[in-house]
């Protein structure tokens, strides 16, 4: 991975705009999203296989049959800047999740973050009872 100022390359993870929206509240106070993400992944850090595997849902259409989706995750880019330590551990957790990072971290941040999580009042998103 390229190295940048400061540590390593960004990364880009997409979340929803309602996920985007509570990072925003948490960054508000001059912590980075970086910072929050690394705040959510200590708080949850003996869960992530759980929540990762409890945000598995599918998209209430008939187009969307067969296709999984991620609560917290979304169209949204949030960009992240981690130092070299931090990129490590996010690659470590990613492999060892058998997922990227695109996938398990909106999840942590929606179980974490303060504010309405997903899917309450999103009726388009359906979940298994097994998934839960």
């Not at 940048?4 to 999203?33: H, I, K, M, N, Y």
Request: include cysteine.
């Amino acid at each position: 991975m390229a190295m940048w100022e400061g540590g390593s390359a960004p990364w880009t993870v997409f979340v929803s705009d309602a996920l985007q929206a509570r990072l925003d509240t948490c960054c508000a106070d001059g912590r980075t999203a970086t910072a929050v993400v690394f705040e959510a992944i200590g708080a949850v850090r003996d869960r992530v296989p759980d929540v990762v595997r409890g945000a598995r849902a599918r998209l209430r259409s008939p187009h969307a049959k067969d296709e999984v989706h991620y609560l917290g995750s979304g169209p949204v880019q949030v960009r992240l800047h981690p130092d070299t330590e931090q990129a490590a551990l996010l690659e470590r957790w990613s492999a060892e999740l058998g997922v990227p990072i695109t996938t398990w971290l909106p999840p942590v941040l929606n179980a974490h973050l303060p504010g309405r999580a997903e899917p309450e009042n999103m009726p388009w998103i359906v979940q298994d009872d097994e998934r839960r």
